[in-house]
C-alpha cells in the first residue's frame, strides 16, 4: 500500500485503462466463481469454504482497486490537494484483502496435506474448525490492515516494525506453502488402501489443482513484493523506475483473476457449473427478450 494521491508518479490516461479493465475482470471472474463453488458445496464439502472465501479475498482486491483507480483520474484533473481532501492519503484495503489471499493459500496448502495423509479423519472434520480457521486468517489479515492504519493514519507505530510485521506474515504463510506441498507430493506417491480408488484419484488432482494456483499466486506476487521491499529498505538509494513499478502492480493484481482460469482448466466441476450458469444466462435473456418484444 501506498499513497496514491501524493504519488510523484502520474499515471498516463492508457494505464488508468488497463488498471481498470483488470479491475473489472477480476470482480466478474471472481463472482462468477463464487457462485461456482457455492452450487458444487455438496461435493467439493468443506473445501469448498477455503476456496469462496480464497475468491472473496481476490474479488475484494478487484473492487478496492476501483479506488485507485478512481483516485488516480482524479489526479489528472484536480490538483494533490484537493485529491488529498476528497480522497484521504492512505488505502489498507490492499493489505487486509492482500494478506488474506496468501493465508488461504497457506490454509489450503495445510488442508490438502491434511487431506492425503488422514483421506477418512477429514471427512468427520467439523464445519466449525473449517471456520474458526478461516475466522483465524481474516483476523490475522485484519491485523497487518491495522498496523497500517496505525502507521500511517495515526503514527502510533514505526514505518519499520509495520514492515517487519508484514514481512513475518508473508514468511510464515510462505513456509507453510512450502513444506505442505513437497509433502503432499510425497504422500500423493503411494494409493490409500483404505480408499476407493476414483476418490483417490480425486483428492489427488484437487491437490495438483490447488498447488498450481498456489504457484502461480506466488509467481505473481513475488516481483511486487520484492519492489516494495526495496523501496522501504532502501530508502530511496536506489531508484525503481515507474514503468517496472506499474508492471509488477499489474502481474499482483493478475493473481486476482488467474485462479477462476486454473479452475476453468483443470476442474471437471467448475467447467460444468460453468456452463449451466452461461446457459441459464443465455436462455434468461431470450426469454425477457422476447417478452420485450411481445409487450
Not at 495423509?117 to 483476523?139: A, D, F, Q
Amino acid at each position: 500500500t501506498y499513497k496514491m494521491c501524493t504519488s510523484k508518479h502520474e499515471h498516463p490516461i492508457p494505464w488508468i485503462v488497463i488498471l481498470g479493465v483488470e479491475s473489472l475482470i477480476i470482480i466478474l471472474g471472481n463472482i462468477v466463481t463464487i457462485i461456482v463453488f457455492w452450487k458444487q458445496r455438496s461435493q467439493l464439502k468443506q473445501t469448498s469454504l477455503l476456496l469462496i472465501n480464497l475468491t472473496v479475498a481476490d474479488l475484494m482486491v478487484g473492487i478496492g482497486n476501483i479506488e485507485s483507480v478512481v483516485i488516480e483520474i482524479r489526479k489528472n484533473f484536480m490538483t494533490s490537494s484537493s485529491c488529498e481532501t476528497l480522497w484521504g492519503d492512505y488505502v489498507v484495503s490492499e493489505e487486509l484483502f492482500g494478506c488474506a489471499s496468501i493465508g488461504f493459500l497457506a490454509l489450503i496448502s495445510l488442508e490438502r496435506l491434511y487431506a492425503m495423509v488422514w483421506p477418512l479423519r477429514i471427512r468427520t472434520t467439523s464445519t466449525r474448525k473449517y471456520v474458526l480457521s478461516l475466522g483465524v486468517v481474516w483476523l490475522l489479515s485484519g491485523t497487518v490492515a491495522a498496523a497500517q492504519l496505525l502507521g500511517t493514519a495515526a503514527t502510533l507505530i514505526t514505518e519499520d516494525i509495520f514492515i517487519w510485521f508484514v514481512t513475518m506474515y508473508l514468511f510464515v504463510c510462505l513456509t507453510i506453502i512450502s513444506c505442505a506441498y513437497p509433502a503432499v507430493w510425497f504422500f500423493s506417491r503411494k494409493e490409500d488402501p483404505r480408499l476407493p480408488p476414483n476418490r483417490y484419484k480425486r483428492n489427488k488432482e484437487l491437490a495438483k489443482t490447488l498447488f498450481i494456483v498456489t504457484l502461480l499466486s506466488l509467481i505473481t506476487w513475488l516481483p511486487f513484493t520484492v519492489v516494495h521491499n526495496l523501496q522501504f529498505t532502501l530508502k530511496g538509494n536506489v531508484a525503481i523506475g515507474p514503468v517496472f513499478h506499474d508492471a509488477t502492480q499489474f502481474l499482483q493484481l493478475a493473481n486476482s483473476f488467474i485462479n477462476p482460469v486454473v479452475y476453468c482448466f483443470r476442474m471437471p466441476l467448475f467447467r460444468r457449473s460453468l456452463r449451466e450458469i452461461f446457459t441459464w444466462t443465455k436462455a434468461t435473456m431470450l426469454h425477457v427478450r422476447e417478452h420485450q418484444t411481445c409487450s
